[in-house]
Nanobody, 120 residues
Framework: QVQLVESGGGLVQAGDSLRLSCAAS????????MGWFRQAPGKEREFVAA??????TYADSVKGRFTISRDRAKITVYLQMNSLKPEDTAVYYC???????????????WGQGTQVTVSP
């Protein structure tokens, strides 16, 4: 039984910060990636960030602003989002058991998503 539960989304203004959390159960950080993806209205789902035991990777659009981290004791992945922009507005999804860090199709499990809205 695998469950991924995202939290931490909300409504903020441009320039503000937000931290998303993904609490996982029934999965392991060993070998595979855990990642964050987002989908805005009218847009395709896009890669945001991913992490495994020794590697963290980011989309060019969020480099320098977002940081992904993990807590193995709680099996939780975080996404610290700073300097938020209106174009960051989307539903953010946590994904687990990925074999290709930026490929949504390589992840076996997904959370329900959490809404992030950034006003101008």
């Amino acid at each position: 039984q695998v469950q991924l539960v995202e939290s931490g989304g909300g409504l903020v203004q441009a320039g503000d910060s937000l931290r998303l959390s993904c609490a996982a159960s029934g999965v392991s950080f060993s070998r595979y990636y855990m990642g964050w993806f987002r989908q805005a209205p009218g847009k395709e789902r896009e890669f945001v960030a991913a992490i495994n035991w020794n590697d963290a990777t980011y989309a060019d659009s969020v480099k320098g602003r977002f940081t992904i981290s993990r807590d193995r004791a709680k099996i939780t992945v975080y996404l610290q989002m700073n300097s938020l922009k209106p174009e960051d507005t989307a539903v953010y999804y946590c994904a687990a058991v990925g074999t290709k860090f930026s490929d949504a199709g390589s992840y076996g499990y997904w959370g329900q998503g959490t809404q992030v809205t950034v006003s101008p």
